[in-house]
């Protein structure tokens, strides 16, 4: 008698080769880019820059030209190696480059490298295979800011700004800074497009600089536990109605060592915002608001005497103007520079001339322009990034300033994010779209030829890759398109009943679906599909890219519109035979732990487990910045306050709802989920919470995946 | 034919007024002190105080006598109301006395009755029916202290400290108080039995009062977030090893106003405790302990000049020395004291005269001296309470001085809680054991007889009560026996296997299981019992009330030898049937949450689930007084710090545990969980954790049912 089991071994070991393999399972270490196997997993890429119109491959050690300055591939054509540049500069180990991954090419007539170690700017001749410049940079330096124009480096050490000039020597700036007195760093905690605080000007001859006196702040008790004891450290946090710093612009002039400050008046309660110079350096710009963030003015400033020289234009909006581009001179008029505004609804460009004359709107549409992304000099010509083709879509066009035309750079699907040449003859343009991976192409700006440099293939082959498809539903209003993305467990199947986990964000100027690789699918979401889970995100109206009136309906009521939005998610979800409405999570951060908490205390009989990460609870705790701007102040819109308020919502948890923190989160601070904790002890209810000691407003590295493990466990636990 | 539901439902109604009533279940607000219905089923009481040797009833708007000086009942014999008191002191509304609870009766020989309200000190003599002395009180006065002999009232206001004389002067004993010098509180964190700041002399002619200089000590960052912003609240805490704070010891004189200190030397890294004064109002004394805690020496001071007139006693120890009573004078010979001590491993009683020699032992044997309650004066003899008849008891004696001979004043079973007439003859003792709810005896302490005034009926009648007993096991030591109380679940089947929680303290100090009503059984056991969960309670070696050797076996490694004890629980529980091994959970606050946490982290395949309340997590951050005490400081057994701290078991955490802490715990401060949090992080574990924000070490009122509501939930969800 035949040995049954012997005789399935032995039909396995043949049949095995002849099936198919089995699909590998992705773990959060795959998908997330905390994790130690992510970049493995990322698809190829192509790290380039410019050496005027030629594309430069960066690799980590040796720099290979890919084009010529006509567009012809030559690749790879052999620049120069990491180790010659160090050998030349005679850099030790300690102290030499260790990637070329950030060089820089400067000029596209000479063979010249910028590179930085920690202690040394240098620029590098491959012809002459010799350091041509090099200077010291400060131990402790932070907020550098190079001008390769001067070769003078701006940076901040122990609150002061100083400048370090080509030939090595070190200048303070300013001496009386502080944690009350920051010079040299971004200011209006970062909103208005702010992200520094030093402007050289074109040829590096002045320092535009912020100087913000917050010492009429209140301070946020942060508390740092890695000392024994915890020791306190305090962050200047303007609250929502409370007083807020003031912040003005001075101008150094590195040959004088003198500074002079723009004489704007009183900067009580004003936001000094989109700092420009003007080519000749005789001349700032700055886009000025007052508080109440319902007027912007382009106001020009002499440069050598600080005095005020006039207002170029002003616009107004009864809710609020959000001026986030600075304005940019044409480069072969002197006299003209672009206004972006979204003052028609949609965020479009203006051409100006430097007496305040509005030439023409230079882009039209029910589109927005996302991106000024240079100019083709030459053909005297905007190039440009827009949603024209779909809201979800980022594509490339250049547009003719004498007559509008517009020329398409791409092929109208994906989005696109494109690096201009010295000329803006080229552009290198990085895409993806729901079926690309990623491609790169070199695309002639003039005509929108292109070649393909990249196309990356599916790091995902071989894995089990769950469906993943967008849509768009009707929002509450009955008529705006919202786009949503939808991700089914993997081994999927029809007919049976799936948890469904809805991930939401849900504020102003982020939006989660775009035609991208996988409609812009979080690796979070791939990790849930393999779970049995089914994954959807729709952005509500209030989210961006989608012009003034469906950012702003949600105008001092932020949440409102927004769940109305969700929850026409949920009907489109009810809809589906294989969505479990029993068993409906919500999972959201920040902005998006606000629609999570707020989603599960105003319908406690939609959704039944929830995770809301680092949430706004009561905009009476946000900043003054962004808070104001949406909500107004408490003062002036208290009944908004109050309804969106989830202290008073936190009676009504029923089902499970995980709020988790960074413990130093400087952004949406801990009061936020400590007093909703306090709320709920107050009314007999029951969140869960969870703590990153020693995080801030988002987990990185390792805390990363550790945060995901645990809100899948939580739907693993009170959902599956 | 016959509907047979119709049937069914007229024999059900024939049959309920036959049948039992269901037994009640009992909610969280019934069983624990933070429920809103938890007074009204505590069993009755009689509130007593002594006029003499008068034994008082206090009721709200009434007292009534309810024995004579020679301990005969005459109860009840009304004495005066509420109402007539109020009358005559012509006290409004406002300022009424609101309850006659807290009266008390200065004179046996007067009908006077001492009564305060926020305003004012009153003394009412109900013969008279008139206020015969009043003494204004001061808004914002805290740590009252009231000499009734001189009625004098020391307090503390903006940090000074104060004292108001009898004819309503206020004498400000300091000025220069603050935060960082802290006069007439508490010093030394509570520790060696200190819970107050001012020691009036017998007569209420001089005030001793503690001065503490914690300038020098390092602020934990608390913060209060019931600000906006959140408001830094800082607490000086001293950590094992850290610098510590500076005591000293005043003596103010209101005839003079003047205060001198007593001359003890450099107060450096010293502990100046259990302050007595003697007789004659001439010295002051006090035992003194080095920081290192291992001896005691007993000082008199000369309480005019501060003077150190020298030492009386000194005790040494290896592991530490814990003096936790001042020294007391006999009332019938002001050249003796009773000093207690225990040096020959249980805490006894030690006849001492001023010159410090040592006369002879008053009490000994293998059991502890809980308490000096008094003095029978006439017969010389002093009253005590001791664990003589079972470790787990308290048990009255009268003993005599002269012989030390002992008469037992009550029946030898339980816990009694005595208050002892001016004179001593009588004594009102309240106790109960397992098998009595409660009774109050009046006890003639020459003689041991009693009369009984009150038998508590059970308030728990008609509810449903699991089965409570009480046992012993052997501990690791193989020799020691330890006291458990185990709750079965209600509706007990003893085939079935049942979730188990073992709740543990385990600390020094404290014990769990003591033989009062259902073994000191606390609510929350009760709750889970009708919820199905066997219950178990074990007092580890460590705790407390079983001499020094038990106690002292956990010194300098805090958690082993008391784990090892607890694992001898686990074992006998896996000896009974009903007991599910697999389904073990463990929980603990304070001390218990270090054991809780320890447990899970070191025993991860023993417990599958913890609840660990307001944990130290590593020694290092606990404070100066307490911690060095048992674990001596980080720099001398840093092997013992570093193997005790939970920091680097983090990593073993298997099963679910849940730490929960007081936001603003001032004792075990929040970096413990903090620091365990990311400790967990860094390793890859996952523990839970919640915080009440604005709470301290425990929780109290709705936050304590909360609380409950919650570990019950936690265990619910993962061990039922």
Known sequence: MINKSFLTAVLLLIALPFMAQPKKTFTLDDLLSGGSNFWNLQPKNLHTTWWGDVLVELDVDECRQISDAKGRSVYPKFLFTLDELNAAAGLDDKNKVRSLYYASFPDGERKEVFVRTSRENLIYDWGEKKVVWRQPRVAGATHADLSLASRCEAYVRDWNLYVMTADGAELAVTTDGSRELVYGQSVHRDEFGIRKGTFWSPKGNLLAFYRMDQSMVTDYPQVDISDR????????YPMAGMTSHKVTVGIFNPATKQTVYLKAGDP???????IAWSPDERTVYMIELPRSQDKAELVAYDAATGDRKGVLYTETNPKYVHPQHPIVFLPWDDTKFIYQSERDGYNHLYLFDTTGKELRQLTQGEFVVLDLVGFNTKKKALIVSTTEASPIQANLYAVSVANGKRTPLDGGTGCHTPSLSASGAFVRDLWSSPDVVRKIDLTATATGKSVNLL?????????DVPEITGGTIKAADGTTDLYYRLVKPTNFDPNKKYPTVVYVYGGPGIRNVEATRNFMARGWEIYMAQRGYVVFVVDNRGSSRRGFAFESATFRHLGDVEMQDQLKGVEFLKTLPYVDADRL???????????????MCSYPDVFKVGVAGGPVIDWKYYEVMYGERYMD????????YASTSLLGKAKNLKGRLQVIIGYNDPTCVPQHSLAFLRACEDAGTQPDFFVYPGQGHNMYGKDMIHLHERITRYFDDYLK
């Open 229 to 236: 004891p915890a020791r306190y450290a305090p962050d200047k």
């Open 268 to 274: 009580t309660d004003r936001y000094f915002t989109n």
């Open 455 to 463: 196309t990356a293939a599916d790091p995902w082959a071989g894995y």
């Open 585 to 599: 999570g919500v999972h959201g951060w920040s902005f998006g732990g606000f629609m999570t908490t707020n989603l």
């Open 633 to 640: 102040t408490p003062q002036e819109n208290p009944e908004g």
